[in-house]
């Protein structure tokens, strides 16, 4: 099944269903899809909305060229959704040494990590953005103080105001009135996306416009993805129904209550990060849910691939495969004179890759593990826009299939509140 910029290959997983099971769940995601389009079409996700959008990064532009400017450093402060979509599309970036600013994502409250950055910055030529959707967030809340407490004293209040972007929800909330006292700049966050659905928003892409990504192609390759779903007559057409309907299916009938997806490019290793959290916060609910396992290839053919192949078989695979063929230099016949090396002579590492993901494919489907591939020719921001919008549609299908609702995390909002509880002395 090929849609712009990757092509689905789900016939070994589909094989481990039985006909009728398979079919069933298809006419289930049909009704599942079908309410998608429905409240699209009535502007009720608003996420969905801002891949045909442009005005919003035409207002965020002037600040990422400030940035770009002004900054050899920027730190980005934010847990969770305010960091990991960020992240996994400022990969694309060029590598360091480019004329942009050097991107810190710092989404942890471990001081020794904040202070062994400051030792590597220069407060005059560092600029933060202090990301959260609710503005009270107490790791969002404590980092921005934290570094506002450093580096007030190596810059007046005139120019500490120009070394800070806030982005928040509007309305009264601790951040926003944080800004406001500081005079710090404040561009409003969408009330209506959700935070692990931001990545396409202001969130991840201001962030990726300062390191030199083109948010643009990145929105355009998920329009791409929206547009096919919404032209999709059934969910059999719809790549992102027929993986939700793959794990939901696997773990109802075959107790495959895992899911791996394991990418073949180092640049999209952060994209398992963001994927993990997308799953697991908006599936887990009710009893319902598979657990998201982040793996890497070759790396975890080293590590996991043990238990993946002969430990519990309880999980589905998602393989992204690039091709990768002939990328980086032969290695020469005068390196290779040792007889147990002739395979490698002439190759490239780019083939010793194409290799390992035909291998590791291979022996998944011979040891009856389900297992889907995703095939890409290029990453870059169009095709990195589809998966991501691919996977966002994929949760929204499973959480339907589910009956659980994709959007709220209300174990999560728990645990904040009692952390706050055993800070403030209010817990024992």
């Known amino acids: 099944m090929v849609h712009g910029y990757y092509s689905q290959d789900i016939s070994t997983a589909s094989a481990s269903l039985d006909a009728i099971s398979y079919q069933r769940y298809l006419t289930l995601a049909d009704e599942a899809l079908a309410s998608l389009k429905a409240h699209y079409i009535a502007k009720e996700i608003k996420l969905l ?37 960020g992240r996994t599309i400022c990969e694309l970036a060029a590598p360091a040494g480019s004329s942009r600013p050097t991107l810190h994502f710092m989404d942890n409250i471990d001081s020794n990590s904040f202070d062994r950055l400051f030792l590597s910055v220069t407060p005059a030529r560092t600029g933060f953005i202090v990301i959260s959707k609710s503005g009270g ?65 202001i969130v991840g892409l201001l962030p990726a416009l300062i390191s030199g990504v083109d948010a643009y192609q990145v929105r355009d390759g998920a329009a791409v993805v929206l547009q096919q779903m919404m032209s999709a007559s059934t969910a059999k057409d719809c790549p992102p129904a027929v993986g939700a309907v793959l794990n939901v299916a696997l773990a109802r009938e075959n107790n495959i209550n895992s899911t791996v997806l394991m990418p073949y490019l180092d640049r999209l290793a952060r994209f398992g990060d963001w994927f993990r959290q997308l799953w697991a916060e908006s599936l887990g609910k009710n009893g319902e849910g598979s657990t998201p396992i982040w793996a890497l290839g070759a790396v975890d053919q080293h590590s996991q691939l043990q238990l993946f192949l002969h430990g519990p078989k309880d999980k589905f695979f998602t393989l992204i495969l690039a091709d990768q063929g002939k990328k980086g230099r032969c290695i020469p016949e005068d390196l290779t004179d040792d007889p147990e090396l002739k395979f490698i002579f002439g190759k490239s590492m780019g083939d010793l890759m194409v290799a390992e993901q035909q291998a590791t494919a291979a022996t998944l489907i011979k040891n009856n593990c389900p297992t889907r591939i995703i095939r890409i020719k290029t990453l870059d921001e169009q095709t990195l826009g589809a998966l991501m919008m691919h996977f966002m549609l994929e949760t929204i299908i499973a959480a339907d299939l589910m009956r659980v609702n994709a959007f709220d995390q209300p174990a999560v909002e728990e645990g904040k509140v009692l952390a706050k509880k055993y800070l403030s002395g209010e817990a024992n």
């Open 137 to 201: 967030t107490a790791e969002t809340l404590t980092q921005f103080l934290y570094c506002l407490d450093i580096f007030r004293p190596h810059l007046d209040n005139t120019k500490l105001a120009d070394h800070f972007v806030v982005i928040t929800d509007p309305g009264d909330r601790p951040l926003r009135r944080l800004a406001e006292k500081w005079n710090l700049d404040i561009i409003d966050h969408d009330p209506d996306v959700g935070g692990r659905y931001s990545a396409l928003s």
């Open 49 to 85: 909305d801002l891949a045909l959008k442009t005005s919003d990064l035409e207002e965020i532009e002037p600040i990422a060229e400030r940035f770009c400017e002004s900054f050899d450093d920027v730190i980005i402060l934010g847990v969770g959704g305010s960091s990991l979509g």
